[in-house]
Nanobody, 127 residues
Framework: VQLQASGGGLVQPGGSLRLSCAAS????????MGWFRQAPGKERESVAT????????YYVDSVKGRFTISRDNAKNTVYLQMNSLKPEDTAVYYC?????????????????????WGQGTLVTVSS
């Protein structure tokens, strides 16, 4: 599967952005999906995951209540709605796909080598 992320940009603290990740291929619905981010000088970290059907989602504590992951299998697209953005959310955001039927919490535990990655999109939160 090939992934193309978009939607990043510069936003003020407290603002919102919606990231999109379009996937190629006819088996999108068989993949669990995730969003990850990498801040300057830091390792890539998980942000949110969603199961193959969209019925389960999971978030890291730092984004709970502010970010929402969703997917549209008819459009082969996964989204990340980011609200109440903070400067510490500044990072390059990546979407990933993994062949898994696990619930979203289990998907987040899958090691990085199993994932297919798209190119990142930069989110900068600054006044």
């Amino acid at each position: 599967v090939q992934l193309q992320a978009s939607g990043g940009g510069l936003v003020q603290p407290g603002g919102s952005l919606r990231l999109s990740c379009a996937a190629s291929g006819r088996t999108f619905s068989s993949y669990a999906m995730g969003w990850f981010r990498q801040a300057p000088g830091k390792e890539r970290e998980s942000v949110a995951t969603i199961g193959w059907s969209g019925g389960s989602t999971y978030y890291v504590d730092s984004v709970k209540g502010r970010f929402t992951i969703s997917r549209d299998n008819a459009k082969n697209t996964v989204y990340l709605q980011m609200n109440s953005l903070k400067p510490e959310d500044t990072a390059v955001y990546y979407c990933g796909a993994v062949s898994s039927t696990a619930q979203a919490m289990g998907v987040m535990k899958i090691g990085p080598n199993a994932w297919s990655w798209g190119q990142g999109t930069l989110v900068t939160v600054s006044s």
